[in-house]
Nanobody, 127 residues
Framework: QVQLVESGGGLVQTGDSLSLSCVASGGTFGYYAMGWFRQAPGKEREFVGAISRAGTVRRYGDSVQNRFTIARDNNKRTVSLQMNNLKPEDTATYYC????????????????????WGQGTQVTVSS
């Protein structure tokens, strides 16, 4: 059974950058598509980015396009989220998730496609 642990969250100022990391234990990491989602208090979970199991396909949410970059290292069993030009509206708990039933080239935007979730890491952007 795969388990996911996120790290890298914190308190930053508007315009700063932050990098989140998610490490997987158990399972066969290279077989899974991976995604990042976020949820702010009182709001629905929002798609941030997803990457196919080989890293050839990447998708982003509209609000983070051109500011955030998702990447993965299958040898290190990690997926990262580089966040640049952060804004107060990026404040949320960020979750890493694994789509263990994926197919080659898939990078799903839907949270219901993901089977395993991490515990989340808090990102707060002050204005």
């Amino acid at each position: 059974q795969v388990q996911l642990v996120e790290s890298g969250g914190g308190l930053v100022q508007t315009g700063d950058s932050l990098s989140l990391s998610c490490v997987a234990s158990g399972g066969t990491f290279g077989y899974y598509a991976m995604g990042w989602f976020r949820q702010a208090p009182g709001k629905e979970r929002e798609f941030v980015g997803a990457i196919s199991r080989a890293g050839t396909v990447r998708r982003y949410g509209d609000s983070v396009q051109n500011r955030f970059t998702i990447a993965r290292d299958n040898n290190k069993r990690t997926v990262s989220l580089q966040m640049n030009n952060l804004k107060p509206e990026d404040t949320a708990t960020y979750y890493c998730a694994a789509d263990v039933n994926t197919v080659a080239g898939a990078a799903d935007r839907r949270p219901e496609a993901y089977d395993v979730w991490g515990q989340g890491t808090q990102v707060t952007v002050s204005s």
